[in-house]
């Protein structure tokens, strides 16, 4: 049975950092392209960045040269690192797994920017 677990969320200032983590297994991680999304209430759920398999990246504008996506094959992890965080990055952030058509979801973690 496949699991996405992301942990790392919570209350952070304006201007603070936070890094999630999104553990994986019963996949074999290696091939699938990771993501993160978040939906803020109210919004639809966007990409927040993307990192393929073999390691390529892309960001929403929106979080462009703050957020940092990377991914640790041998820990079946992929990571969301999030600098110069802003009120407008509140949400529930989604871990994603995809291989072809075959697709996963985490449970969500709540990030909170607010002073």
């Known amino acids: 049975q496949v699991q996405l677990v992301e942990s790392g969320g919570g209350l952070v200032q304006p201007g603070g950092s936070l890094r999630l983590s999104c553990a994986a297994s019963?996949?074999?991680?290696?091939?699938?392209?990771l993501g993160w999304y978040r939906q803020a209430p109210g919004k639809q759920r966007e990409l927040v960045a993307i990192?393929?398999?073999?390691?390529?990246?892309n960001y929403a504008d929106s979080v462009k040269g703050r957020f940092t996506i990377s991914r640790d094959n041998a820990k079946n992890t992929v990571y969301l690192q999030m600098n110069t965080l802003k009120p407008e990055d509140t949400a529930v952030y989604y871990c994603n797994s995809q291989l072809g058509p075959i697709e996963y979801w985490g449970q969500g973690a709540q990030v909170t920017v607010s002073s």
């Open positions: 019963g996949m074999r991680f290696s091939r699938y392209a």
């Open positions: 990192i393929t398999s073999g390691g390529s990246t």
